[in-house]
């Protein structure tokens, strides 16, 4: 079966724009997790949904980054007016329930200019 | 603030020999705990996890510790292999508030040399 996935690989885009990060979790999985990783660091929590409900978004830095999980499998990471700080890998995980072993996708690398 | 601390310098050791990997962690009451290995430019692939009740957990040459009155959690890899080279991390889920967000630790990179 297919693991999670996510698109694009690599993503540079210029200060200011707006990106969007998009997430394929496993099938049938309910939890969903985002994550932010910079070089050197562990994976800093951002977001994560029970179906399609934001259970705790306790983590995204600001206003600029929203996610939305709208039919409770694919979601999808908006980040508006970007900055340099931004830049790190974005990393998605699913889990069949929010205890349960957590499968990450291979993250989208985000590059702001 | 919860915090959480591994080894931030890397770990070397000799092919075959036990590797002893350490997650610390303060203001916080977890659950329960994972742990994690990352290869260069791939997400985190989950090894073991352990429930606050649990003091040992194994799986194959993997062993896992959890005491939560020390607060602390130490990973054990024993006969190991240069394969088992990669960076490892913690996490810690499910703290009393409800909530089951995780919190990683930043990782211990672990080289067996041959």
């Known amino acids: 079966g297919a693991g999670v996935s996510q698109t694009p690989s690599n993503k540079v885009t210029e200060k200011g724009k707006y990106v969007e990060l998009r997430c394929d979790p496993i099938s049938g999985h309910t939890a969903l997790y985002w994550y932010r990783q910079s070089l050197g660091q562990g994976p800093e929590f951002l977001i994560y949904?029970?179906?399609?409900?934001?259970?705790?978004d306790s983590g995204l830095p600001n206003d600029r980054f929203f996610a939305v999980r709208p039919e409770g499998s694919v979601s999808t990471l908006k980040i508006q007016r970007t900055e340099r700080g931004d830049s790190a890998v974005y990393l998605c995980a699913s889990s069949s329930t929010p205890s349960d072993t957590q499968y990450f996708g291979p993250g989208t690398r985000l590059t702001v200019l | 603030s919860q915090k959480i601390e591994q080894n931030s310098e890397a770990l070397n050791i000799q092919e075959g020999k036990t590797a002893t990997l350490t997650c610390n962690y303060t203001?916080?009451?977890?659950?329960?705990l994972q742990w994690y290995r990352q290869d260069p430019g791939r997400g985190p692939v989950f090894l073991l996890l352990?429930?606050?009740?649990?003091k040992e957990k194994r799986k194959e040459r993997l062993k896992v510790t959890f005491d939560t009155t020390l607060k602390q959690s130490l990973f054990h890899i024993t006969a190991s292999q240069p394969a088992d080279s990669a960076t490892y991390l913690c996490?810690?889920?499910?703290?009393?508030?409800?909530?089951?967000?995780?919190?990683f630790g930043t990782g211990t990179r672990l080289k067996v040399l041959a």
């Open positions: 352990i429930r606050e009740n649990e």
């Open positions: 996490a810690l889920g499910g703290d009393t508030s409800g909530t089951y967000k995780y919190i």
């Open positions: 203001n916080y009451s977890p659950a329960y």
């Open positions: 949904f029970q179906g399609t409900g934001a259970a705790d």
